[in-house]
């Protein structure tokens, strides 16, 4: 099945997330101007760090690090979630994004967890709290521990997730399913696949990356957070829906 939108303009959820998410941006720009850094404060940090605050479960989403990372997602969100939305409507692919996003940080946090204590049960507790309380104001100045597991504590402690790369994965799921033979051009090689097949690998990408880059800056288990989430709302709306829409 092959889908091409009726409509001309971008639906109104997919418009507002796009303005949102860039003056999210722009705002870290002026701000960090002043000596006021917005990821310290809205970007996702480990529950165990000072800088965790709960509200950055949902605003880590708007949050992007640099005019790449907004661009490609905000492309994919353009791509994919105005088709979406103008098959679900603005209320449910609000929810779909939303609930993807927040499942995707979920998942990124239990593995973050599992990183955690296993550098920390080869650390004595001294040297946890000796991390905990000069870490932070080490890593403001742009530096880290020269001891290998120091830094992989320091990291997990003071690196904020931003992004909306799992609710943007989480949408890329949906219209694999949803659509699920349309046929799609990659860009490196130009060759068409359809969705499904491109959903599918990309989902094994993340997974291998994911455990064999664990050090990444790239948080592939948040992408595959927002398509594990994704696809069980798919499944729920499916079971529970005389009408899917």
């Not at 639906?11 to 722009?26: D, T």
């Not at 080490?138 to 003071?158: R, V, Y």
């Not at 664990?214 to 948040?222: D, E, K, L, R, V």
């Amino acid at each position: 099945m092959n889908f091409r939108p009726a409509f001309n303009t971008v639906p109104v959820v997919v418009k507002n997330l796009i303005i949102v998410n860039v003056l999210m941006l722009l705002a870290t720009f002026v701000l960090e101007k002043v000596g006021i850094n917005l990821y310290t404060h809205l970007g996702l940090h480990f529950p165990l760090s000072e800088k965790f605050r709960l509200h950055q479960i949902f605003t880590h989403m708007f949050m992007h690090g640099g005019l790449t990372h907004l661009f490609f997602n905000m492309f994919a969100l353009y791509m994919f979630g105005r088709v979406l939305e103008s098959v679900w409507g603005p209320k449910r692919f609000l929810t779909f994004f939303l609930v993807t996003g927040i499942g995707a940080a979920a998942l990124h946090t239990a593995v973050n967890f599992f990183e955690y204590y296993r550098v920390a049960s080869q650390l004595s507790p001294d040297q946890i709290e000796y991390v905990k309380e000069v870490g932070s104001g080490i890593w403001a100045e742009g530096k880290n521990f020269s001891d290998p597991l120091l830094s992989k504590l320091n990291l997990a402690l003071n690196t904020p997730t931003v992004g909306a790369s799992g609710a943007v994965f989480g949408i890329l799921l949906g219209f694999g399913m949803l659509f699920p033979n349309t046929q799609l051009m990659l860009l490196f090689p130009p060759i068409p696949i359809k969705a499904k097949y491109f959903v599918i690998g990309y989902g094994v990408l993340e997974l291998y990356l994911g455990f064999s880059q664990s050090g990444s800056n790239i948080a592939h288990f948040a992408h595959l957070g927002g398509m594990l989430f994704g696809y069980f709302m798919i499944k729920y709306w499916n079971k529970n829906s005389k009408r899917f829409y």
